[in-house]
């Protein structure tokens, strides 16, 4: 999952469920390739999906509920132009990784979302 990692024309495991072999991939930050099944793309229709590019561990979250715990109208409002899109994002650490660090960062990407 790093940047040195490049995707060719192959087939490579799904980042999301490491289960399926595709030739479908998504850009998941500058860069950044990951493969994404399409049982995985279809998931994205009704979940925001993070992708650890650390550990590659993948977070599924319902929109509905992301958007439900949003406080901030402004912040909510740019989530709910975001749900029909297909969001699979890359982050660098997760909570696996940092522990620590998760809570600020997830803060950070949830105000740096943009469509
Ligand atoms: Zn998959
Ligand atoms: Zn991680």
Not at 20 to 29: A, F, G, I, L, M
Request: glycine share 4%; charged share 25%; with cysteine.
């Amino acid at each position: 999952m790093r940047k040195e990692q490049q995707i060719k024309n192959t087939l490579g495991l799904c980042a999301i469920c490491n289960n399926v072999h595709t030739s479908n991939y998504v850009e998941v930050e500058r860069d950044s390739m990951v493969y994404v099944c399409s049982g995985c793309v279809e998931k994205a229709i009704d979940n925001f999906i993070w992708i650890c590019l650390s550990c590659g561990k993948s977070f599924i979250k319902p929109k509905q509920l992301v958007i439900h715990r949003v406080k901030d109208l402004e912040l909510k409002r740019a989530y709910m132009l975001c749900q029909d899109l297909l969001i699979i994002q890359g982050i660098e650490s997760c909570i696996s990784c940092h522990p620590e660090r998760i809570v600020e960062y997830m803060e950070t990407l949830i105000s740096s979302v943009e469509c």
